[in-house]
């Protein structure tokens, strides 16, 4: 008996994914990146963003990946076969505008704009990505409402400030900061050792690092 032959259908591509990465570093990884291909509006390769990330060859699969999923998240675009920009459709700069409530609108640079409505960015409080009052960040577009746009916080391309005034409260083992503008609805987790001796209760100007998204707090 002749044998049937069986249709064979074509293979479901797999995406790829990141999740051998612990969060907090996939998280600095994609920033990182992202700020990297900001910098090179022309066009950066994989390859080019190990080098200036200064990680060795077995990072390539890493970098790789996280390139794909920023890509399919139309983050980026590719400009040529292996070269990557920003989406410029989808992806602006503009600076942020924080509401006491938690949630910030972003005021997108007027560069390339065909309606002045747009110009404001909504900006829901899940969506603020550590970004404060006054910062200029890189905004993604996500949906179109009937009023205007609503878009996530990509990354923060400079802060504001690097000093915010505050009332310091004591703890055991640490302490907070609760800032005196209501433009910054958090408080400041301050460690003992870096409390400088502050008393509760005292007024204090504390110093933002690199290490902001680890040291504040939504009230």
Same mark, same amino acid.
């Given at each position: 008996?002749?044998?049937?032959? *069986? ?6 591509? &797999? ?17 990182? =990146?992202?700020?990297?291909?900001? +910098? ?11 080098? =200036? ?7 390539? +699969?890493?970098? +790789? ?11 980026? $675009? &590719? ?10 459709? +989808?992806?602006? #700069? ?12 972003? !005021?997108?640079?007027? #560069?390339?704009?065909?309606? !002045?409505?747009?110009?404001? /960015? ?13 910062? $200029? /960040? ?7 409402? @009937? *009023?205007?746009? #609503?878009? @996530? ?26 800032? #005196?503008?209501? $433009? ?10 870096? !409390? ?20 504040? &707090? &939504?009230?």
């Amino acid at each position: 008996m002749a044998k049937k032959n *069986k249709k064979k259908y074509p293979r479901t591509p &797999r995406k790829k994914s990141v999740s051998f990465l612990p969060t907090e570093k996939l998280q600095t990884l994609l920033k990182d =990146i992202l700020l990297i291909v900001y +910098n090179h509006p022309k066009g950066i390769d994989p390859k080019k963003i190990r080098e =200036i990330l200064q990680l060795p060859s077995t990072y390539t +699969n890493e970098i +790789n990946t996280a390139v794909a999923s920023l890509y399919q998240q139309n983050v980026l $675009r &590719r400009n040529g076969k292996k070269q990557y920009t920003l989406d410029n459709a +989808n992806v602006r #700069e503009g600076v942020l505008s924080f509401h006491p409530k938690g949630f910030g609108f972003v !005021s997108l640079d007027s #560069e390339g704009q065909e309606n !002045s409505r747009d110009s404001d /960015v909504f900006i829901p409080p899940r969506q603020m990505n550590h970004g404060i009052h006054g910062d $200029r /960040v890189l905004v993604q577009l996500t949906r179109k409402t @009937r *009023k205007k746009w #609503e878009g @996530r916080i990509l990354a923060i391309l400079q802060r504001t400030t690097d000093k915010i005034i505050g009332i310091y409260q004591g703890g055991r083992v640490r302490g907070r900061v609760v800032p #005196e503008d209501n $433009r910054y609805p958090f408080h400041f987790i301050i460690p003992g050792e870096l !409390s400088c001796g502050a008393r509760d209760g005292e007024s204090v100007v504390i110093r933002l690092d690199s290490e902001l998204n680890q040291q504040h &707090r &939504r009230q």
